[in-house]
């Protein structure tokens, strides 16, 4: 059992790690890499700075659920973003993507 004791750290990193790949693996087949980055704007912001716009906001979640779902336009510039029916990507990769990027620091 001590011998177990310094893979602690080594084992919740990988528990923490495999949902972030998995999230960031949910975006680029959804091809959201397309128009955006991790940490630079492309043509639709970095995802970073969505994380910092809505940091602390409980209605977030829901709201980006909708304004990637449904697509718009005006809260980053004219560019507007087409919508992404769940035939592009589902419900719950939607959500696991969202939660992901609004943990980004």
């Known amino acids: ?3 177990l004791l310094p893979l ?3 084992l919740g990193a990988l528990a923490f790690a495999a949902p972030a790949q998995a999230s960031e693996a949910i975006v680029k087949k959804a091809r959201c890499v397309a128009c955006h980055a991790v940490d630079q704007k492309r043509v639709g912001p970095a995802y970073k700075e ?7 906001d409980k209605a977030a979640p829901a709201a980006l659920f ?10 980053w510039g004219q560019v507007p973003m087409m919508p992404h029916p769940a035939d592009k990507i589902s419900d719950d990769d939607l ?6 990027i609004l943990a980004l620091d």
């Open 95 to 100: 959500k696991a993507a969202i939660a992901w």
């Open 8 to 10: 602690l750290p080594l």
């Open 50 to 56: 969505v994380a910092a716009k809505y940091r602390g």
């Open 1 to 3: 059992m001590k011998a």
């Open 66 to 75: 909708d304004k990637v779902r449904h697509g718009g336009a005006g809260n």
